[in-house]
């Protein structure tokens, strides 16, 4: 007998799933755990298993297409099988629109209302045809969307990627689509065909939509207040010097010399400082507080299409050495859009770092249920006082944003201040 092929909830969050790519064709024998499908959901891309043994009679939505949790996908049978009756109960899929078609040249804003429009005329024979689009979907800045391998073969084989249409996840070009196509030489700045309509419309993915729903959610709702405190880094500095020049001497797990980060001493004396101030440590839950007796620290990580936050679980009882791997590893895998639910949920309090990007200091958006999240700047070099003298320094920013139901104004500035101390002076993370 026919069974049903569901698109899964494969996180604890996913509304609706994107079929990337068909890893079973339509005949293929399949057994239960064979992978079906790879899903993108609203935080990676994950594998949609067959639940039944049979033959894969038919394929229900085509790549590229998003459909809504429990939606029939595909159905799985034995050869032969009529199964008219479940095909006629499958969802009718969404499929990426094509982009939106531009005005000729961007129209400046004016203090009058706009006239309308005459009607174009009617084309005649004489008129050359039109050529259609042919840019595959770019990122922010016109940038071409594909992987660093396709990337690597167009150059070596003379391609034109703004000429590829691409078919990995959103458009991306990915190496089997360079197989299809014919070598010509790049085309520069003066010779290029210039590119009909002056903007393009990206239909947005799964994390992307996430994110907009979580950050109305948040900013919202949500009674934020933020503190702000400034941390000279100077110990820390030497600290981290010491630490990582012992480093080189012994390896990781990984085979690798050890190496020391200011994230990774951050999200320790984070996590440490959660401990003594568990008030801070805890979830909004509507009709009650959770306080969270172990510390489990979001870390933000930007990923190609926006950000993800992968969990270190225990961060409080960890040593810097299994942080600084975990951290690692984490966000390797975050960036390949491979990490396991688990991974990504469960956190009670999120850390997120600007510092690589050169910014001082910014405000983050709290991550719903937790009541608070820490925005860290980079570490400046600047004059600071010290015993009554001017001298040069290295000063961190710090900004908490904090969830007013839960934490009030002297908590969070009792948990800054133990933090400030703990990175003033790191013998206090072992006091």
Same mark, same amino acid.
């Given at each position: 007998?026919?069974?049903?092929?569901?698109?899964?909830?494969?996180?604890?969050?996913?509304?609706?799933?994107?079929?990337?790519?068909?890893?079973?064709?339509?005949?293929? @024998?399949?057994?239960?755990?064979?992978?079906?499908?790879?899903?993108?959901?609203?935080?990676?891309?994950?594998?949609?298993?067959?639940?039944?043994?049979?033959?894969?009679?038919?394929? #229900?939505?085509?790549?590229? &297409?998003?459909?809504?949790?429990?939606?029939?996908?595909?159905?799985?049978?034995?050869?032969?099988?009529?199964? &008219?009756?479940?095909?006629?109960?499958?969802?009718?899929?969404?499929?990426?629109?094509?982009?939106?078609?531009?005005?000729?040249?961007?129209?400046?804003?004016?203090?009058?209302?706009?006239?309308?429009?005459?009607?174009?005329?009617?084309?005649?024979?004489?008129?050359?045809?039109?050529?259609?689009?042919?840019?595959?979907?770019?990122?922010?800045?016109?940038?071409?969307?594909?992987?660093?391998?396709?990337?690597?073969?167009?150059?070596?084989?003379?391609?034109?990627?703004?000429?590829?249409?691409?078919?990995?996840?959103?458009? /991306?070009?990915? #190496?089997?689509?360079?197989?299809?196509?014919?070598?010509?030489?790049?085309?520069?700045?003066?010779?290029?065909?210039?590119? @009909?309509?002056?903007?393009?419309?990206?239909?947005?993915?799964?994390?992307?939509?996430?994110?907009?729903?979580?950050?109305?959610? &948040?900013?919202?709702?949500?009674?934020?207040?933020?503190?702000?405190?400034?941390?000279?880094?100077?110990?820390?500095?030497?600290?981290?010097?010491?630490?990582?020049?012992?480093?080189?001497?012994?390896?990781?797990?990984?085979?690798?010399?050890?190496?020391?980060?200011?994230?990774?001493?951050?999200?320790?004396?984070? @996590?440490?400082?959660?401990?003594?101030?568990?008030?801070?440590?805890?979830?909004?839950?509507?009709?009650?507080?959770?306080?969270?007796?172990?510390?489990?620290?979001?870390?933000?990580?930007?990923?190609?299409?926006?950000?993800?936050?992968?969990?270190?679980?225990?961060?409080? /009882?960890?040593?810097?050495?299994?942080?600084?791997?975990?951290?690692?590893?984490?966000?390797?895998?975050?960036? *390949?859009?491979?990490?396991?639910?688990?991974?990504?949920?469960?956190?009670?309090?999120?850390?997120?770092?600007?510092?690589?990007?050169?910014?001082? *200091?910014?405000?983050?958006?709290?991550?719903?249920? *937790?009541?608070?999240?820490?925005?860290?700047?980079?570490?400046?070099?600047?004059?600071?006082?010290? *015993?009554?003298?001017?001298?040069?320094?290295?000063?961190?920013?710090?900004?908490?944003?904090?969830?007013?139901?839960?934490?009030?104004?002297?908590?969070?500035?009792?948990?800054?201040?133990?933090?400030? @101390?703990?990175?003033?002076?790191?013998?206090?993370?072992?006091?």
């Amino acid at each position: 007998m026919a069974s049903k092929v569901l698109m899964e909830a494969l996180s604890p969050t996913m509304e609706e799933g994107r079929l990337v790519e068909w890893k079973k064709n339509e005949g293929d @024998a399949v057994r239960p755990g064979d992978v079906l499908a790879e899903v993108e959901t609203d935080k990676a891309v994950m594998e949609l298993a067959a639940r039944t043994e049979g033959v894969l009679l038919k394929q #229900l939505v085509p790549a590229g &297409s998003t459909v809504a949790v429990a939606s029939l996908v595909g159905v799985i049978g034995e050869a032969g099988e009529d199964i &008219s009756a479940l095909v006629g109960a499958a969802p009718a899929a969404k499929t990426a629109p094509a982009p939106a078609a531009a005005p000729a040249a961007p129209v400046a804003p004016v203090q009058s209302p706009p006239t309308q429009p005459a009607p174009a005329p009617a084309p005649s024979a004489a008129q050359p045809p039109r050529l259609p689009p042919s840019p595959p979907p770019a990122a922010e800045g016109g940038r071409i969307k594909a992987s660093p391998l396709a990337k690597k073969v167009a150059r070596e084989r003379g391609l034109d990627l703004g000429g590829i249409a691409g078919t990995g996840p959103e458009g /991306r070009i990915v #190496l089997r689509d360079l197989d299809k196509a014919v070598a010509t030489p790049v085309a520069t700045a003066a010779s290029a065909r210039p590119v @009909a309509g002056a903007f393009t419309d990206v239909p947005l993915s799964q994390i992307r939509k996430t994110i907009a729903k979580r950050l109305v959610q &948040s900013i919202g709702p949500v009674p934020t207040f933020y503190l702000t405190t400034e941390v000279d880094m100077a110990r820390t500095w030497e600290a981290r010097e010491a630490l990582n020049a012992a480093g080189q001497r012994v390896s990781g797990s990984d085979g690798q010399a050890v190496k020391i980060s200011f994230n990774d001493i951050v999200i320790k004396a984070t @996590a440490l400082a959660l401990k003594q101030h568990p008030m801070c440590n805890a979830w909004w839950q509507d009709d009650r507080i959770r306080y969270w007796n172990d510390v489990h620290l979001s870390m933000a990580v930007a990923v190609e299409d926006g950000l993800i936050t992968p969990v270190i679980r225990f961060a409080d /009882r960890k040593p810097l050495r299994e942080i600084s791997a975990e951290a690692r590893d984490l966000a390797a895998r975050a960036r *390949e859009r491979k990490l396991k639910p688990e991974e990504y949920t469960g956190g009670t309090f999120s850390v997120s770092n600007l510092g690589m990007f050169d910014i001082d *200091e910014f405000t983050a958006i709290i991550n719903p249920p *937790e009541a608070g999240i820490l925005a860290v700047g980079r570490i400046a070099e600047k004059p600071v006082v010290r *015993e009554g003298a001017l001298v040069p320094g290295r000063v961190l920013r710090l900004t908490m944003s904090c969830d007013h139901r839960v934490i009030d104004g002297a908590t969070g500035a009792a948990f800054l201040r133990t933090l400030k @101390a703990m990175l003033e002076n790191p013998l206090a993370m072992v006091w």
